[in-house]
């Protein structure tokens, strides 16, 4: 028997914003999409970051995430935007967000199965994918359990500074809940982000992470590159233009690493 192929489902989260939550998200997909691997992005923030990251207007999208989550249907392709596909090699795609998604949020907690739509849903999703990387809201809200329901592992970007030990800690309770509300185990992985080797803080807390969370952390980390507000600001991923640049390098580390976990069945 031929078994239908499953994409391998990621969740990016963190409670707290402007950690590299949407950064990750987009510039880990473009990595993968340069060694091949189409990617399907989830925009389940309100905010609508990396809907706008992608030059896709949040207000002029009709078939957003939100419409998907609220609808009946199983026909999930008419809610995908195809938006790069690099010769010879892998490809990126996303189901966009807008501000829709903050009005029917409170529905999706009060409906039966609140948090497992978006699941439910990504059941219908082409063979097509090899991954799919949901970026989250910052908040620990339904949003963010639905996210943690649909998905296979979870990365949680971390700011290499002190004050992140706290949140992450908080982080990992939430996703114990619900590993114990669905009786599913979630695997998680830290990814530390703009980390600035000048700054002791920094220093000392890829330290702390490193050795509190040995297993759960990815060999690489990602350094501080300005770069990567150019790349908001142009509406592309940095990979797409500059991959030489040290921002690249480091996700382009972090998807190799992806891929050799998954090539040895570790993921
Ligand atoms: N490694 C990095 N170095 C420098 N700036 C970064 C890095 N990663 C993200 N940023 C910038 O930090 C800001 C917040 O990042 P973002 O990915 O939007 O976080 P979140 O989605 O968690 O709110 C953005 O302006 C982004 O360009
Ligand atoms: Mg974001």
Redesign the pocket.
Request: net charge positive; no cysteine; charged share 20%.
């Given at each position: 028997m031929i078994c239908k192929k499953r994409p391998f489902i990621y969740a990016i989260a963190?409670q707290?914003?402007?950690?590299?939550?949407?950064?990750?998200a987009l510039t880990l997909a473009s990595s993968l999409s340069i060694l091949e691997q189409n990617v399907l992005l989830i925009d389940i923030d309100p905010q609508a970051?990396l809907t706008n990251h992608l030059a896709i207007e949040p207000e002029m999208v009709e078939n957003s995430i939100g419409s998907l989550l609220v609808s009946e249907t199983s026909d999930i392709e008419q809610f995908i935007i195809k938006k790069y596909k690099i010769k010879g090699g892998g490809g990126i795609d996303i189901i966009p967000s807008n501000i829709n998604l903050a009005k029917i949020e409170s529905n999706l907690s009060a409906s039966n199965g609140g948090g497992l739509q978006l699941k439910e849903k990504l059941k219908y999703l082409p063979d097509y994918y090899d991954y799919v990387i949901i970026?989250s809201s910052?908040a620990l809200s339904v949003l963010l359990i639905s996210a943690i329901a649909a998905c296979d592992g979870i990365i949680i970007?971390v700011v290499a500074d002190y004050l992140s030990v706290r949140g992450v800690e908080l982080l990992i309770k939430t996703i114990q809940k619900v590993e114990n509300a669905l009786n599913v185990k979630r695997d998680y992985k830290l990814l530390i982000?703009?980390f600035d080797k000048r700054t002791n803080s920094s220093l000392k807390s890829l330290n702390y992470f490193k050795n509190n969370y040995k297993e759960n952390s990815f060999d690489n980390f990602?350094?501080?590159?300005?770069k990567?507000?150019d790349?908001?600001f142009i509406k592309k991923p940095l990979t797409y233009y500059e991959v030489r640049s040290r921002?690249s390098i480091d996700y382009l580390l972090i998807a190799r690493e992806i891929l050799s976990a998954s090539a040895k069945g570790g993921e």
């Open positions: 963190n707290k914003g402007g950690v590299g939550k949407t950064t990750t970051s970026d910052p970007p982000t703009m990602i350094n501080a590159d300005t990567f507000k790349a908001s921002g």
